[in-house]
């Protein structure tokens, strides 16, 4: 072989071996919103309420479009609501259904009736929770919204 071929090869198996290092040495991280949206689920869990839901609006600022951002919306409204502001609640649960591929829309109206039921407009929970039933006859929700109807007078 060639003195100029063998430098060729040598020169390749370094490049090769300087990146097989640097991919050992650099992980690549799979999703830094991800990690954002753990951290904004473990101020939930910590009861830090008022932080999460700056956290969460903070990255749907950054972010509207992810898969993750109909469920950063879900626990802004969800932080609303074990705080006890069940207007501000409303609010934000609506808003949950703007989003596209949503999975938290179920969740979000299911929590829409109940924040209703709590701020003492049976009409109003009573329609979300008719609705419910009608558009998931499968949740897992529907004994819970059953039994709230029939509390609430009328099924």
């Known amino acids: 072989m060639p003195a100029s071929s063998k430098a060729m090869q040598s020169i390749w198996?370094?490049?090769?071996?300087?990146?097989?290092t640097l991919m050992v040495a650099r992980p690549v991280r799979a999703d830094a919103f991800r990690d954002r949206y753990d951290e904004g689920i473990a101020l939930i869990k910590a009861d830090k309420l008022t932080q999460?839901?700056?956290?969460?609006?903070?990255?749907?600022?950054?972010?509207?479009?992810?898969?993750?951002?109909?469920?950063?919306q879900y626990w802004i409204a969800e932080a609303y609501y074990r705080?006890?502001?069940y207007e501000q609640a409303v609010i934000e649960f609506d808003r949950v259904f703007i989003f596209e591929n949503n999975n938290k829309?179920?969740?979000?109206?299911?929590?829409?009736?109940?924040?209703?039921?709590?701020?003492?407009?049976?009409?109003?929970?009573?329609?979300?929770?008719?609705?419910?039933?009608?558009?998931?006859?499968e949740?897992?929700?529907y004994k819970r919204v059953t039994r709230k109807l029939e509390a609430l007078g009328g099924q």
């Open 52 to 72: 999460s839901i700056h956290h969460f609006r903070d990255m749907l600022e950054e972010n509207r479009t992810s898969y993750l951002s109909d469920n950063c």
């Open 13 to 20: 198996v370094i490049g090769l071996i300087m990146c097989m």
């Open 139 to 141: 949740s897992r929700h």
């Open 105 to 137: 829309r179920e969740d979000a109206f299911f929590r829409l009736g109940v924040c209703y039921e709590k701020l003492n407009d049976p009409v109003k929970a009573r329609e979300i929770f008719k609705r419910f039933l009608a558009e998931y006859p």
């Open 83 to 85: 705080l006890g502001d």
